[in-house]
């Protein structure tokens, strides 16, 4: 069975900072995709960002940016230019690319990211 | 049309009650999924549909029942729930492709149930 560990329960950054939430995952599959999702107060789950395990290329998307190192089963998320709206909890997930009867999620427990004007 | 909507927002019953959470979506997704979560915990599957019919099963107890009538809609009656199962109930959905961009899962806003 697949795990996926988020070592930092809690993280803080400062405004227009830059931040790093930590993601590791243990596997036995080659081929496979990892998620950060975001979780404002709101509790409404949010892509923030997708890696496919076959890409050596790191994912970016806007101020969000991915670290993945595939032999290390490392997935840290960077967040640039930290804005008030970006605090929330964040999940790192786990999905396997075998699965045909819809995507199971592999959750970690989640970091919880305060962001200080 | 991206969104997954739930209702209703916010549910408080007894637990003789009988009453059933709505998930729908209209991007054409034929998974559907849904988690319970606890506060400050990561969400946990319950059930997993795959064209309409029910393909995962997480050993939920029964007085959980999900229901599928179509593929846009996705219900969950509940039946004398306990205390315990006070919860945020997030409905997803997602492409069945197993390979490839566009298998991330759309998760709704959640139906935050209070069980007295």
């Known amino acids: 069975a697949q795990t996926v560990t988020q070592s930092q329960p809690e993280m803080s950054v400062q405004e227009a900072e830059t931040v790093t939430l930590s993601c590791t995952y243990d596997t036995s599959e080659s081929d496979y995709y990892l998620f950060w999702y975001k979780q404002p107060p709101s509790r409404q789950m949010i892509l923030v960002i997708r890696q496919e395990a076959y890409k050596q290329q790191n994912a970016t998307e806007n101020r969000f940016s991915v670290n993945f190192q595939k032999a290390a089963k490392s997935f840290s998320l960077k967040i640039s230019d930290s804005q008030l709206g970006d605090a929330a909890m964040y999940f790192c997930a786990y999905r396997s690319a075998k699965e045909t009867s819809g995507s199971r999620l592999t959750f970690g427990e989640g970091t919880q990211l305060t962001v200080n004007p | 049309d991206t969104e997954v909507t739930q209702t209703p927002k916010h549910l408080v019953m007894g637990m003789t009650n009988k009453k059933s959470l709505k998930c729908e979506q209209h991007m054409g997704h034929r998974a559907m999924y849904w988690y319970k979560q606890k506060a400050k915990k990561p969400p946990e599957l319950m059930f997993v549909?795959?064209?309409?019919?029910?393909?995962i099963n997480e050993s939920v107890p029964s007085r959980f029942s999900p229901e599928c009538p179509n593929s846009s809609l996705l219900n969950l009656h509940l039946h004398a729930l306990q205390p315990e199962d006070s919860a945020l109930y997030l409905c997803?959905?997602?492409?069945?492709?197993?390979?490839?961009?566009?298998?991330?899962?759309?998760f709704g806003p959640g139906t935050r149930l209070t069980v007295l």
């Open positions: 997803a959905s997602s492409h069945l492709r197993t390979s490839g961009t566009g298998n991330e899962q759309f």
């Open positions: 549909y795959s064209y309409e019919k029910l393909s």
